[in-house]
Every structure is written in structure tokens, then in C-alpha cells.
């Protein structure tokens, strides 16, 4: 008790400090305390890489005057004798909304103009925002964190794309901001999230997001260059804050990626809020060079009793479980920076269980305490006073019994600007533990828990459980328990001295009044030992490490253990359908080498090449897709009617599953299409189905320019109720065009005549396609509006390279071909809705005859796999021969994609994309048994079969942890209905 009247004094002492010195005071005579405290005889963690044993930690003022093992400790100083106890730096978390409301939903229905006048032109960028003018302490909030071993916290509004300022604030219950204020200005705020309190439409989807965030920083240029005469509060504060340390929410390996591809574009290194999946592609994320702020938001294990149930769990789910607790450690093993912080829980309580599971998962002690200390202390640029006790540091620390990172080790105090916040009274002798004892011939075993904080006991007598009430206080245990008779409700009282660490001793009063000597005896303390041990095997790596799956590319089933690489191969004695003059050729043989088609002909031969025996069999090149939206994590930016700014290879997302389907039927290319949300869609990505590798590795070299326009009912929201965007007819998507295009003629003429212009990342799409450089794929249904557009696009000298979709084109053959225009159509597709019902499934032969270059696509990821079977229904409707049907969806869409000098035949020194099938192509029973793109075979038949079979294999073992996890009593999770999510022309961003 002693001990806690030091420290009540010391706090009182003290409060003036906490005053701003140059205010008048008329509460009394104003005195400052400048008394020394000395914490002596403690193991002292001064840093996470410096540890003193039985030293002195100083402090006066709220600062560490000096630490170390011998101390000169003045005459005015308060002493606490720590022996046995540990001193650690307190933890920062520099991602946090302490002290923040969160925002309120505002507005009602669309809107596509700024709310705000002065700002710029999106309400979603808003960097003038300083998170001190809505701050409000929290006293409750910072006594959590104070529990979790926080003493300071980088706090911001979580709202915008731009966000504003952070400020970094002391968890001081005992002062006023005056003092908690470390710095008020410390960070700017990023994510791809709109701000909640304005319905302006744009950004709708993620590359949107990506895109504003290009012409911001291009306007932020322009503006500090003197070019604009009005005022931006917005770009102003924009400049103003670049210098901060920028703070990128991504939340997810992928985002992640895309952020920092934005920061390298203007040289800008965020640090980034991950989420949990770097492990995946580790690799990349080294090559950010970002520092990652990583929240340790672990899955629980999934109540997997049911077979059923378990059995709809995927394998990324269960993977995503077991591999995450490893993260911070395969970041730490690979040389990435990173802070931890309790950003993403549900609860902040679980931040410490997670903490422990991340160490117990090979986090090593010194790297978790330094991404809670050292460094996120120098991130903020403060090295100088926070993340060490250091001489001249905040006298932020912890109290503890032992080491911090054990599940036992109990937090006494958390002490933040030399004020001590009591979390457990440290003069309460500990006395949880697991006791044995006997009375009037009955046998007990005792567990008590939170004996220094809220005590808790558990009785039980021949394996069942007694109702039992504990008091604790002053070294003494006041015990009321039921007899082991349950036929009656009688009591036996308890009271004994908690002497020693090892036992109980008093006396109890039975029911009928007689006393007893009462002695409980602890049976854990040899236990301890053995901990330690189990401790000491488990900083063995050798030993028993928790298990965790492999990680693959990509990392669900099907996925590779190891990327493959390139091979000689030679398939002897094929039907090889070459797509080129010389047909197609019977018993001859293909040599794959150096990712290129070496040689076509009979009787190849190779040292080194793998030979496959393709007798009976059929080569062709792969397939390749002209419309679809396959491998996109964003499909649509409907927020303007015209969206040219944006990419659809911002968003690739090489982890869908589809790919591998779509291997599986023989696709090695695709063009992924904006969808069809306005007349001036998003920019194409034209990719290799190079399954395994990353998003940006999926692209073609030197890829063509193309973009997606689309006519008809999506354009002009017939089926919407709540839009009111321009154009709402398909008159208004005639104008649309002739706007932009003549805003673009002249924004090009501008920049041509060297003249200073601000850039428009949507001015130049458009001005590319006026130049000849980017093409156009349009979504296309109804004749009136296919001829519209070729009118507009001969208005303004450029052509449309292909019409997709273009259902109606049969009627307009003879104008698509005067134009140049291409076709890229559906089979069979009718009358799913009103602007298809004339669709016949004629149409691709008809514009095949009328000289039109026509491919078949899917524009959807169950067809595309099938896309040998679309091609023969041109045979069987339009009497269109076999070879020129299998051109539909290899050479053709290769010719409409300008791509047809790399890939869409077999011919020496084209890209070896290339499949071996079971049977003729065009036929029902065929089955692609290896797609091989640039030599890689990324589809196997044979592989497909054994992947099954260990897929199966981790599942059950996966399960068998998951169970164990349960049967200890850990939480779980129940499985969830968990529904596919494809994309479509009309899909948008669920989140936003």
C-alpha cells in the first residue's frame, strides 16, 4: 500500500506540469514539482536491442534522465524497488481513429458534381482535413489500449481518398491535450475508400479511386506552378502536406501492390496499411521498399464438425487461416520493415492473443518489440523521445512481471509522460495457480485466476464442479463453497493467508460450525519449469514449429509450389492445325523451344526437348478471347459517362480462379474489357493466362492501346430508377461522343503547340484514339446506333476497330466493312433482353461472308472455357468450314487485338502458345490435355489429376488442426455460404 501512496503523491505533485506554464492560475499559489522518481533493481529493455539487468530507470518531468545499471540518483527522488520486475518501452500504434467520431452518412440520392466550392473538383479528396479539429479525447479508450501496452497513438479521420493530417497523441488519462499532444501534424492519409459524407458517384470502383488519384497529384503540380487563377484549398493543403510522412490504407496484398504503383509514378514511398496477406507474394512486397503498418487480424479456425459444411470450405479460406499468424514473421525473415497495430479488429482485446500466436508462428521477441517501439517511433520522426528509454525520451514505459511477450507475464503499470496508469496493483501477491486440498475426507482441486485484478475461482470434488465464490484482498482468501452433497444446500467457509507463492493455510468452517485447519498446496509451481522448457524447444526451430501449409502460386488449389519455366518440348505425330497457308497437316511434328515455335514439319528430333506422343491427337494455338472480364477485381467506373481514365490493368486480379478453368479449356489469351456502365469506358488489358504469376506479369509486352466504348441500354441506364446521369437516350450517347472528342481535338491540338497545358489522363486516352495509337472495342446490339457511331468516328477521322457483341451486325455488314471495322460476336446468344431480340445465330458466318474479321468471344467465364465448342456453331449454322470456324477464336481475335504477329497460329517464330487435345477441336469430347504459353505449360491433364488428390490430402489435414483448435477450447467461426463472384459487363464495385 505503501507503493500506491508514492505513487498518488507523485501524480499530485505533478499535475502542474500538465498546465501550459504561461497561463494565469487563480486556484492558488502556483508551485512546480521537479522531484526525481527512481524505478531501481529491474531488468530494463532501454531498447529493443539493449537490455540492463538489476538497473535504474530515472525519470523527472515526464522524461528519462538517465537509465543504467549505475544511476547517481539525486536527493529529492522517490524510490520503487522493482526487483523482480521488467521495464519495457510502452508500444505506439501509428494507425488508429482514437479520440475520432466516426463520420456520418450524408446526402441522398446521386450526385455528380462537388458539394464544395474553393476545394477541388471531388469531395473525396480532401487532404485541407485536420483530424485535431474534431478530436476528443477518450479516457476509457485509452485505459484499453493502456492495458494492451500502448502509451501513444497516431490517430486520423477515416474518411476520403484523401483523408488530411494525423496527430499523435499520449495516452495520458491525468493531463489535458496541451500535454497529450505530441505533434499535431504528423502524417497525410490515403486510401482507395470514398469519404462516406458525400454521395458524389465518382470514384465507383478501385481503379477509379487510382485514377483520381493521378490527376490529383497532376493538378497539384499545375497548381503550384502558378497556372490556375482561382483558389483549391484542397491542392494548397495537398502541397503543403507532402512532406509528411503519407500513410496508404490498402488492406490487402493486392491493394497494396496498386498503391505503391501509384506512389512510383510520382515518386512518392507511402508507407502502407497492409492486410495480412503479404506472405503470398513476398517477392513483390520486398520490392516496394514500403514499410508496412500490418494489422494482426487473425482468421479463427472454422467449426468444421459438420462434413458437410466443412466440405464447402475452398482451400484459400483454410490456407488463409493457418498462414497468416505467420506473416510478421516471413516479413521480418525477409527484411521487410514493418509496425504492428490494432487496426482491423473487431475487438482490441484479441490484439494481445494475437500478438503471442504471432510469436509463438516464428516472430522473434526482438523484431515484435521493435514494430510496437523503434519503429514506428522512427516513422513519425521521433526516435529522439519515443520507442526507447533512452536519455531525454518520454518517460513512456511498462511494468511488468516478466517477459511481455509470454502469456503468463502480467502488466503492471503502464506509465505515459512519467504519469503511472495502474493496470494490476503489483503489492497484491499473485496467487493464480492450481491447488490441492483435503477436508473431512473430501478430496478438492482449486484453480484461482485474476487474483491480482478480478479474482476468479474454480472448485471441483470427484470430477464435479462446486459453486464457489472467492473474495481476495490484503493477502487474504475469503472462500464460500457447496458441499459435495448436492442433496443439500449447505456451505463450507473458507479463510486462510496467502503466506507464500506455494500455499494457502486458515481455517474452514463446515456447515455444522466445527473449524478445521485448512493448508492448499500448489500444484503448478513445478509446472513453470517445464513451460519453460516447452518455451526453450519451441525457440528451437527444430522442434516442434507450428505447422503451416505451403504457400503456392497462386496461393489456392491448382496452384504451383514452384513457378515453372520454359521447356523444350516436341509433339510428334499430331494433326497440327497451323492456321496459315499450309492448313492443317496430318502426322507432323512441333518443336517448342526458347518460348517460340522452333520448328513445324515430319520427323523432328531434339537432344534436349521432352518428347510428348501426340498420335491421334490435335495441336493448335491457344485460344484467345476478345471480350472478357475475367481476372478483374474491377470491372466498371460508372461514377462519369465517361471513364477513358481509368484501367482495367490497374485491377487485374491473377488469383480467379477462371484463369485455371479457362487454361483447362484451351484460353492462352484474353482481353479483359471495362464493362459497359457509359458510352467512354476504361482502358483494356490484353493478357497471357500465366497462371501463377503476378498481376503485372500477366500483361503482354509492348500491348496494344485499346479501350472499351458501349451503346445501348447499359449506357443510358434503362433499368435504372435512381440515375439521373447524362446521357439518358440514345441520342444523349451521340453527343456524349462528339463532346469529348472535340474537348480532345483541341486538348491535343494544345499540347501540340507546346504551349504550357494541364494534363488529363482522360484528354489524352481520347487524343490517342484520334492519333491513330488506341483502339476501340464497342459494345454494340442495335443497327441504328452501330451505323451512329461509325458516323461520328469518320467525323473526327479514326476508326472503330471492333464492334463486340454486335448482334444486329448482320444487317449492317456491308457498312462495317466500308468502315474497317471489325466483329466480335456471341454464337448463339438471343433475346435476353430487348435490344437483342432480332440476334440470329447466322450472324458470324453472315459477316464472315461479307469480308468482315470475325471472332467469337464469351464476355463471360463459363463460356469462355467453351469457346472450341462456340466456334463449331458456326459450322453447324452458318455452314462456315472448320478451319475458318477454329480461326474465330485463335487467329481472327488475334488479328481484331493486332496481335496476330505473335500469337493465333503455328508458325515458326510466333509466341509458342500452343494446345494438345484429346480429340478434334471443334468436338464435344475434347479435352485440352496441356496449354502451353511462351513454352510453360501451365495446364496439365495429368497434373490435374494429382492436384486433386493433395488438395484433398490439406484439406483433411487442415481440418484436423482446426478440430484440434476447437477441442482446446479456442473460438471458431461457423462456415459460411460463400458465393462465387464473377464478373459481368454490368458488375460493380460491391464496396463502394
Known sequence: ????????????????????????????????????????????????????????????????????????????????????????????????????????????????????????????????????????????????????????????????????????????????????????????????????????????????????????????????????????????????????????????????????????????????????????????????????????????????????????????????????????????????????????????????????????????????????????????????????????????????????????????????????????????????????????????????????????????????????????????????????????????RIVANATTHTSLNGKAILPNGNELTFVANKTNSSASSNDEAKDKKKGDKSSDAPFMSPITYPNLAYGFTEKPKSETLLFKNATVWTNESEGILENTDVLIKDGKISKIGKDLSSNRATVIDATGKHVTAGIIDEHSHLAAASINEGGQNSSAEVTIEDVLDEEDIGIYRNLAGGVTSIQVLHGSANPIGGRSAIIKLKWGEAADDLIYEDSPKFIKFALGENVKQSRSRTNTRFPQSRMGVEQVFVDYFTRAKAYDDLKKSGKPYRKDTEMETLAEILNGERFISCHSYVQSEINMLMKVADQFDFTINTFTHILEGYKVADKMKAHGAGGSTFSDWWAYKYEVNDAIPHNAAIMHNAGITVAINSDDPEMSRRLNQEAAKSVKYGGVSEEEAWKFVTLNPAKLLHLDKRVGSLKVGKDADVVLWSDHPLSIYAKAEKTIIEGVTYFDLARDKQMREAIKKEKSELINLMLQDKNKGLKTQPVKKKEEKTMHCDSMDSHY
Open 1 to 492: 500500500m505503501i507503493k500506491v501512496h508514492l505513487r498518488l503523491l507523485i501524480f499530485m505533485c505533478s499535475f502542474s506540469l500538465f498546465a501550459q506554464d504561461y497561463f494565469p492560475s487563480n486556484s492558488g499559489v502556483i508551485a512546480n514539482n521537479s522531484n526525481y522518481t527512481a524505478f531501481t533493481n529491474a531488468t530494463i529493455h532501454v531498447s529493443p536491442t539493449e537490455t540492463l539487468n538489476n538497473a535504474t530507470l530515472l525519470i523527472k518531468e515526464g522524461k528519462v534522465v538517465s537509465v543504467g545499471t549505475s544511476v547517481n540518483i539525486p536527493k529529492n527522488t522517490t524510490k520503487i524497488n522493482l526487483s523482480g520486475k521488467t521495464i519495457y518501452p510502452s508500444f505506439i500504434d501509428m494507425y488508429t481513429t482514437f479520440g475520432v467520431e466516426k463520420p456520418k452518412r450524408g446526402g441522398n440520392g446521386p450526385q455528380y458534381g462537388a458539394s464544395r466550392s474553393g476545394y477541388y473538383w471531388n469531395d473525396h479528396v480532401m487532404p485541407e482535413q485536420d483530424v485535431m479539429a474534431s478530436f476528443k479525447y477518450d479516457a476509457k479508450s485509452a485505459s484499453e489500449l493502456h492495458k494492451l501496452g500502448f502509451g501513444v497513438v497516431n490517430t486520423h479521420m477515416p474518411d476520403g481518398v484523401v483523408r488530411g493530417t494525423g496527430a499523435l497523441i499520449a495516452l495520458n488519462n491525468n493531463a489535458d491535450n496541451a500535454m497529450r499532444i505530441v505533434d499535431g501534424k504528423t502524417t497525410q492519409h490515403l486510401s482507395f475508400s470514398k469519404s462516406v459524407t458525400s454521395q458524389q458517384r465518382y470514384p465507383s470502383s478501385i481503379m477509379g479511386s487510382m485514377a483520381l488519384l493521378r490527376q490529383m497529384y497532376d493538378d497539384a503540380k499545375w497548381y503550384e506552378a502558378g497556372h490556375v487563377d482561382t483558389k483549391d484549398l484542397s491542392l494548397e493543403a495537398l502541397n503543403k502536406n507532402k512532406n509528411l510522412l503519407q500513410i496508404f490504407e490498402a488492406g490487402s496484398r493486392a491493394n497494396l501492390m496498386r498503391a505503391d504503383k501509384v506512389g512510383d509514378a510520382y515518386n512518392i514511398q507511402y508507407t502502407i496499411v497492409g492486410g495480412g496477406d503479404e506472405y503470398e507474394r513476398i517477392d513483390d512486397i520486398k520490392g516496394t521498399n514500403a514499410t508496412i503498418i500490418l494489422p494482426i487480424d487473425f482468421q479463427l479456425a472454422y467449426d468444421v464438425d459438420d462434413p458437410f459444411l466443412a466440405s464447402t470450405l475452398s482451400l484459400s479460406d483454410m490456407r488463409s487461416w493457418n498462414q497468416q499468424p505467420h506473416n510478421p514473421r516471413l516479413l521480418a525473415e525477409n527484411g521487410i520493415n514493418f509496425a504492428l497495430t490494432t487496426h482491423g479488429l473487431k475487438s482490441n482485446k484479441t490484439f494481445s492473443s494475437n500478438l503471442m500466436k504471432a510469436v509463438e508462428n516464428g516472430l522473434s521477441k526482438q523484431k515484435a518489440l521493435e514494430a510496437l517501439t523503434t519503429v514506428p517511433a522512427a516513422l513519425l520522426g521521433k526516435s529522439d523521445v519515443l520507442g526507447t528509454l533512452k536519455t531525454g525520451s518520454y518517460a513512456n514505459f511498462l511494468i511488468t512481471d516478466g517477459d511481455i511477450f509470454e502469456k503468463k507475464t502480467k502488466l503492471y503499470e503502464n506509465w505515459v509522460q512519467g504519469t503511472a496508469h495502474v493496470i494490476k496493483d503489483m503489492t497484491v501477491k499473485d496467487i493464480d495457480g492450481d491447488y490441492t486440498f483435503k477436508l473431512a475426507g473430501e478430496s478438492y482441486k482449486l484453480s484461482i485466476s485474476g487474483s491480482t485484478g478480478k479474482s476468479n475461482a474454480k472448485l471441483e470434488s470427484n470430477n464435479k464442479s462446486l459453486g464457489t465464490k472467492l473474495n481476495y484482498s490484503n493477502d487474504w482468501v475469503n472462500l464460500t463453497f457447496k458441499t459435495p452433497d448436492s442433496t443439500k444446500k449447505e456451505y463450507i
